[in-house]
Nanobody, 119 residues
Framework: QVQLAESGGGLVQAGGSLRLSCAYS????????MGWYRQAPGKQRELVAR???????TYADFLKGRFTISKVTAKNTVFLQMNSLKPEDTAVYLC?????????????WGQGTLVTVFS
């Protein structure tokens, strides 16, 4: 089993930056990719960015280059650098791990960290 723990959320003014961290532990050899999702009040959860084991990345179209996902394997940590934040970026940001088990693929979720952007 994989465990995830996010940190780094908070209150920031529009135009500012935040860096989110996701520390992963447990059966890390089973991880195929890591990602960040977000869920705003009253809205569906949506993918923000994903990073594969080979380092390749995928981003949501709406980001327009403002966010960057990265990982430091030696520290078992994935980061989400968020720049030029907008009020519409306000959401709970959740770390996600796609793992492979004997029963197939399994998604693991963190508890989430709240990001609030004010104008």
């Amino acid at each position: 089993q994989v465990q995830l723990a996010e940190s780094g959320g908070g209150l920031v003014q529009a135009g500012g930056s935040l860096r989110l961290s996701c520390a992963y532990s447990g059966s890390i050899f089973s991880i195929k990719s890591m990602g960040w999702y977000r869920q705003a009040p009253g809205k569906q959860r949506e993918l923000v960015a994903r990073i594969m084991n080979d380092g390749s990345t995928t981003y949501a179209d709406f980001l327009k280059g403002r966010f960057t996902i990265s990982k430091v394997t030696a520290k078992n940590t994935v980061f989400l650098q968020m720049n030029s934040l907008k009020p519409e970026d306000t959401a709970v940001y959740l770390c996600n791990a796609l793992t492979i088990t004997s029963l197939g693929y399994l998604e693991v979720w963190g508890q989430g960290t709240l990001v609030t952007v004010f104008s």
